[in-house]
């Protein structure tokens, strides 16, 4: 009877640890406590578009609220986002630029950390005909001595979720 009682004992303890190990991953998958993303660099020394993963390393394309994307280059480039895309933060270098193509949006931040744009190039809203955003999601902090350029009509525009 005493060694079934240890067994039961043991075997108490293991299932409570189970469950506590996939509670603790639930919450945190959840509920955001863990964002990780990966740090890209533009590498091409031309322009060309955000959308080229052989352009960034490592190779791939940022569009995470945990990814960081860095455009700071030894020539000046410009680099056009021709799509919609989500950083955490976004470091643009002196005499590059980041071009957010017409009617599309880049958001900086997740909602819970915030996130960082360090720009002393430019970053340029080219809006022609199509509501074009710089979106702030949570506190975004904003450094350098780069220039935010609202191109070509009304429909650019600066704004903030969170």
Not at 33 to 41: L, P, Q, R
Request: net charge negative; with cysteine; charged share 15%.
């Amino acid at each position: 009877m005493h060694t079934s009682k240890k067994r039961l004992s043991k075997n108490f303890i293991f299932l409570a640890f189970l469950v506590c190990s996939a509670l603790i991953f639930w919450a945190s998958c959840a509920f955001g406590a863990v964002v990780s993303g990966t740090d890209y660099t533009w590498i091409k020394g031309s322009d060309g578009n955000w959308n080229e993963s052989t352009s960034w390393n490592p190779e791939g394309v940022p569009n995470g609220s945990g990814d960081t994307a860095t455009v700071d280059t030894a020539t000046d480039v410009t680099v056009t986002m021709n799509g919609s895309y989500t950083l955490g933060g976004l470091t643009v270098g002196s005499g590059d630029r980041v071009l957010i193509d017409n009617a599309q949006t880049l958001i900086v931040g997740a909602s819970a950390s915030g996130g960082t744009i360090i720009n002393n190039g430019t970053i340029l809203l080219d809006a022609t005909a199509g509501y074009t955003h710089l979106r702030a999601n949570g506190v975004v902090t904003l450094d350098g001595s780069g220039s935010v350029e609202l191109g070509h009509d009304t429909f650019a525009q600066l704004d903030r979720d969170g």
